[in-house]
């Protein structure tokens, strides 16, 4: 049997903000053929509950990385928002070490913080132009 290939999506930047798009397209995939993997920092339930809309994605499995600083144990503290603080040394690279374990084909993201980890001999990362991307992680509020 021929290997799936999975693809992974950024939800911030990515599939919120061109949701219509990214569902027409990702709806005719060969799901026999295709993963679909979302790759975030935030835990499924509560990206859930932000925006439902995710659910008819269909997807396959979910990584957040804020559940995985957790898991292994780093230091997490959380800002006047409550999101998640980690050091940048850990937390940006994180989706390219899922990508890496995974064997993700190509990853849509647009945080460039996240595209310089990634080895493109394993994962073609592909930047979304977004002209209001901002890091709330490394620029105060
Ligand atoms: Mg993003």
Redesign the pocket.
């Given at each position: 049997m021929m290997k799936k290939i999975k693809l992974g999506f950024?939800?911030?930047?990515?599939l919120d903000t061109h949701f219509d798009r990214y569902h027409k397209l990702i709806s005719s995939f060969d799901r026999d053929k295709v993963e679909i993997h979302i790759i975030t920092g935030m835990k499924e339930p509560l990206a859930l509950e932000e925006n439902p809309n995710l659910q008819l994605l269909n997807y396959d499995k979910w990584f957040s990385i804020h559940q995985y600083c957790e898991d292994l144990g780093a230091d997490i503290e959380f800002d006047h928002k409550n999101r998640p603080l980690v050091d940048p040394k850990i937390w940006d690279k994180q989706k390219a070490d899922y990508c890496h374990r995974e064997e993700i084909l190509f990853i849509f993201?647009?945080?460039p913080h996240y595209g310089q980890h990634m080895d493109p001999n394993i994962v073609v990362y592909l930047q979304q132009h977004?002209p209001s991307?901002k890091d709330w992680r490394h620029v105060a509020e």
């Open positions: 950024d939800i911030h930047g990515v993201d647009d945080s977004n991307w």
